[in-house]
């Protein structure tokens, strides 16, 4: 079942991953206008064109979001004031989990898509592709976890959703997997 079948009212915060992850509106949903597939996730995420969307965004993105959003057929869209109240989200360099991960069994959790996954992963993670997560499959809720992706974008959107669930032990890895893998 959809992540969000019963949900009727989303606030959609599409600034940068970097944004969000410094300034996170609580209750928002991380959809990033650059850097990622907008129009795609949006859509995937929310399926019902009828449900009341809150899109925050940036001065220089605002009009140009805001058409595609209509486009889409999202009729209950309404841009609003980025709320001055919001707090930082943890997240940590690749320098920083190369370290961490010597030390500790922290828990990781990849939400790659299975394909991905064989091209490499970081040891014993745990998968769980985003897709799932928005069909209603979740991580085991007792766990901290470092959340990655391929590049950080698809983390932070899996961190937003399930801390707006109630999930909210993640730090997300900056970069993701291909930054953690890059040869310097």
Same mark, same amino acid.
């Given at each position: ?7 009727? #009212? %989303?606030? *959609?915060?599409?600034?940068? $991953?970097?944004?969000?992850?410094? #300034?996170?509106?609580e209750?928002s &949903?991380f ?25 925050i ?7 140009? %979001?805001? &058409? ?19 707090v930082?989200?943890?997240? %940590?360099?690749?320098?920083?989990f190369?370290?961490i ?8 959790l ?7 996954? =064989?091209?490499? $992963?970081?040891? =014993? ?5 985003? $897709?799932?997560?928005?069909?209603? =499959?979740?991580?085991?809720?007792d766990?901290?976890?470092? *959340?990655h992706?391929g ?5 932070i ?13 993640? *730090? ?13």
């Amino acid at each position: 079942m959809h992540i969000f079948t019963d949900r009727k #009212h %989303i606030i *959609i915060d599409t600034r940068s $991953s970097e944004e969000f992850l410094d #300034h996170h509106i609580e209750g928002s &949903v991380f959809v990033g206008f650059n850097g990622g597939n907008f129009k795609y996730w949006l859509e995937l995420l929310l399926p019902d064109k009828n449900a009341d969307i809150e899109v925050i965004a940036t001065a220089l993105d605002a009009d140009k %979001i805001m &058409v595609i959003v209509n486009d889409l057929g999202y009729r209950n869209a309404k841009l609003v004031e980025l709320d001055t109240t919001g707090v930082a989200l943890d997240h %940590i360099s690749t320098d920083e989990f190369k370290k961490i991960k010597q030390h500790t069994d922290l828990a990781v959790l990849d939400v790659r898509e299975a394909d991905e996954y =064989q091209q490499g $992963s970081v040891g =014993q993670s745990e998968k769980l592709p985003l $897709s799932d997560i928005i069909q209603g =499959q979740l991580p085991n809720e007792d766990k901290e976890y470092i *959340i990655h992706c391929g590049s950080g974008y698809r983390s932070i959107i899996a961190m937003s959703l399930l801390k707006l669930l109630g999930r909210c032990k993640f *730090i997300n890895l900056d970069g993701g997997y291909q930054k953690l893998t890059a040869k310097k």
